[in-house]
């Protein structure tokens, strides 16, 4: 029986993407031939390619509003250092809302003058400010709107003039947003769309050529735009998967359909952190993530029961990240909610243990 997979990245796909996956691996179009041994300029190939980046744009509502979907390497880390490099002269403002906002702000420094305008720092990233105010002469203000690693989410984001740049790794076509107030979002694919080694971005056009450093060619928006997304060999089984994964959300009922789904599921969950005495959650209730519920046990003694018992329920992957500590569920949009039933009837049943 496949676990209940709840791990926060690499994290689980849906089965029918991994079966027509590991399909193509070995015959691919039923062409006798595997989808890694052949030519990314090949006409199957640049089909997949070009599907995925009209899907990624369909998805999110973007078709035909001056943007671009690329596919590009380097992870979201990648990301943290060519957002600068293309579009910071002079200062950008950064919101601190996790490890991995503190990241991007670490790059952002390194070419210009980074404005952090607000940080949950203190209070180890445990909720999401809200009263800042974001300066009107910055390039651009960048936020993280899902936090992996704390398990906290934006529910809003600000109004600004500046142009408005979202790390959505982590919650990226998970949840009805007005995508149109953003103009770059970047997400790497292995939280909620495929395998490990590409990376979407997503780009309103007009946003480029604004900064006057020279731009080497890898680190180019322009450059991969001008050159649909095969400057040079993109990771062409992640792109792939994510293109199926993409389909397969496609064919569900997008958007409008998984929120609700995620929804439910978290629902589901945060009721019980909240109810069972046993259990509770660690970031400010009106901050906490559909995607990612970071909670701990209220008593550390019952850490190796509660282990083990989850470990025999078949779960997988909730640990909680080793900066946090305690437990960290993750609910993409491919975790059924059957397995969060199957999580909380562990902490039921870790309960009545105890009486
Ligand atoms: C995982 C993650 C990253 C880093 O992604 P890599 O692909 O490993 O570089 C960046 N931002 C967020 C929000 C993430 O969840």
């Given at each position: 029986m496949k676990k209940h997979n709840f791990s926060?990245?690499?994290?689980?796909?849906?089965?029918?993407?991994?079966?027509?996956a590991s399909e193509a691996i070995i015959n691919f179009n039923n062409d006798n031939l595997s989808l890694i041994e052949i030519s990314h300029r090949s006409a199957p190939f640049v089909e997949v390619i070009?599907?995925?980046?009209?899907?990624a744009l369909e998805l999110l509502g973007l078709e035909n509003k001056g943007y671009k979907a690329l596919f590009l390497q380097g992870g979201a880390s990648m990301q943290f250092l060519m957002v600068a490099y293309n579009l910071l002269n002079k200062k950008a403002a950064y919101l601190n809302t996790g490890t991995w906002a503190d990241k991007a702000i670490k790059e952002a420094k390194e070419f210009g003058e980074m404005i952090e305008v607000a940080?949950?720092?203190d209070k180890g990233f445990s909720y999401i400010p809200k009263d800042y105010t974001i300066p009107t002469d910055v390039?651009?203000?960048?936020c993280t709107s899902n936090n992996t690693v704390a398990g906290?989410?934006?529910h809003e984001f600000p109004e600004t003039d500046v142009p408005l740049i979202c790390d959505m790794s982590s919650d990226i076509f998970s949840r009805q947003l007005d995508f149109e107030k953003f103009d770059l979002i970047y997400a790497g694919a292995q939280k909620n769309m495929g395998p490990a080694g590409a990376t979407l971005v997503i780009i309103k056009e007009e946003i480029l050529g604004k900064v006057e450093r020279h731009i080497p060619s890898m680190l180019n928006y322009q450059l991969h735009i001008d050159k649909d997304s095969m400057y040079n060999t993109p990771s062409v089984f992640a792109i792939y998967v994510s293109m199926l994964t993409l389909q397969w959300l496609k064919d569900l009922g997008g958007i409008p359909f998984i929120e609700k789904v995620n929804k439910q599921k978290a629902a589901l969950l945060y009721a019980e952190i909240d109810r069972n005495p046993l259990f509770k959650g660690i970031v400010a209730k009106e901050d906490r993530s559909t995607m990612n519920a970071?909670?701990?046990?209220t008593d550390d003694s019952l850490k190796e029961t509660f282990d083990t018992m989850w470990k025999d329920a078949n779960i997988n992957g909730i640990n909680g990240h080793r900066s946090v500590g305690g437990y960290r569920a993750s609910m993409y949009n491919a975790l059924p909610l059957s397995s969060v039933q199957a999580l909380v009837d562990v902490m039921q049943a870790l309960e009545k243990n105890q009486k």
């Amino acid at each position: 029986m496949k676990k209940h997979n709840f791990s926060a990245g690499p994290c689980i796909l849906p089965e029918e993407v991994l079966k027509q996956a590991s399909e193509a691996i070995i015959n691919f179009n039923n062409d006798n031939l595997s989808l890694i041994e052949i030519s990314h300029r090949s006409a199957p190939f640049v089909e997949v390619i070009e599907k995925a980046r009209s899907l990624a744009l369909e998805l999110l509502g973007l078709e035909n509003k001056g943007y671009k979907a690329l596919f590009l390497q380097g992870g979201a880390s990648m990301q943290f250092l060519m957002v600068a490099y293309n579009l910071l002269n002079k200062k950008a403002a950064y919101l601190n809302t996790g490890t991995w906002a503190d990241k991007a702000i670490k790059e952002a420094k390194e070419f210009g003058e980074m404005i952090e305008v607000a940080s949950s720092k203190d209070k180890g990233f445990s909720y999401i400010p809200k009263d800042y105010t974001i300066p009107t002469d910055v390039d651009f203000f960048h936020c993280t709107s899902n936090n992996t690693v704390a398990g906290s989410q934006m529910h809003e984001f600000p109004e600004t003039d500046v142009p408005l740049i979202c790390d959505m790794s982590s919650d990226i076509f998970s949840r009805q947003l007005d995508f149109e107030k953003f103009d770059l979002i970047y997400a790497g694919a292995q939280k909620n769309m495929g395998p490990a080694g590409a990376t979407l971005v997503i780009i309103k056009e007009e946003i480029l050529g604004k900064v006057e450093r020279h731009i080497p060619s890898m680190l180019n928006y322009q450059l991969h735009i001008d050159k649909d997304s095969m400057y040079n060999t993109p990771s062409v089984f992640a792109i792939y998967v994510s293109m199926l994964t993409l389909q397969w959300l496609k064919d569900l009922g997008g958007i409008p359909f998984i929120e609700k789904v995620n929804k439910q599921k978290a629902a589901l969950l945060y009721a019980e952190i909240d109810r069972n005495p046993l259990f509770k959650g660690i970031v400010a209730k009106e901050d906490r993530s559909t995607m990612n519920a970071t909670f701990t046990l209220t008593d550390d003694s019952l850490k190796e029961t509660f282990d083990t018992m989850w470990k025999d329920a078949n779960i997988n992957g909730i640990n909680g990240h080793r900066s946090v500590g305690g437990y960290r569920a993750s609910m993409y949009n491919a975790l059924p909610l059957s397995s969060v039933q199957a999580l909380v009837d562990v902490m039921q049943a870790l309960e009545k243990n105890q009486k």
